[in-house]
């Protein structure tokens, strides 16, 4: 079961948020992370973003993935409206960075991101958005409004006791490196793209 192990504020480019790490136990060293801005009020609709961690995109600016480009915005968004980033440790739609980099190297040679982790013998998409309803219910956190372009994220927030209030897309500029990821994302996954 989850539970918060450890909490600390702190400061950022984009205002100070607390953070929380959530695992089942002290002693893991990748715990799924919640930063909450300092005007949030969990007592009313809440903003919340899940965004699953991508260490090439948020950490090293890769223009494979818009990944990092989301979680800036939903960092700045969040420090002026209040609200919650939820931080799944999920790389690679849950494949890991491993295998995220051999599914890249087949997409060099003309497989597309679906493709790729197929090949692979992987999912096209790991991931599992119900340790994020789990982390939203441990905050008591009841209704929200969720960022995101992702159908599935919404299905994980409808199939919940948490209340849907609305959703408020967080769609990025297209570059050359990932047209034909987003291009995917829309075709294969019903991502709510409207610039694609």
Not at 103 to 114: C, F, H, I, N, S
Request: charged share 25%.
């Amino acid at each position: 079961m989850l539970k918060i192990q450890a909490q600390s504020k702190i400061p950022t480019d984009y205002g100070v948020f607390t953070v929380y790490a959530f695992s089942e136990n002290e002693e893991d060293w990748s715990p799924h992370l919640v930063w909450v801005a300092e005007n949030t009020d969990f007592s009313t609709t809440v903003n919340v973003r899940f965004h699953s961690e991508c260490i090439t995109g948020e950490v090293f600016h890769s223009k494979k993935c818009e990944c990092g480009q989301q979680l800036d915005a939903a960092m700045k968004y969040m420090s002026e409206n209040g609200g919650v980033i939820i931080y799944l440790r999920q790389e690679g739609r849950n494949i890991g960075i491993i295998n995220k980099l051999r599914a890249y190297e087949l997409q060099e040679k003309g497989w597309d991101t679906v493709e790729a982790n197929l090949k692979l013998g992987l999912p096209a998409d790991g991931r599992n958005f119900d340790v994020a309803v789990e982390m939203l219910n441990i905050l008591k956190i009841r209704k929200i409004n969720l960022l995101t372009n992702n159908p599935d994220k919404i299905k994980s927030i409808e199939n919940s006791d948490i209340i849907l209030n609305s959703r408020i897309p967080l769609e990025m500029d297209s570059n050359k490196e990932n047209e034909s990821y987003l291009a995917k994302k829309k075709k294969y996954f019903g991502h709510l793209l409207e610039k694609i």
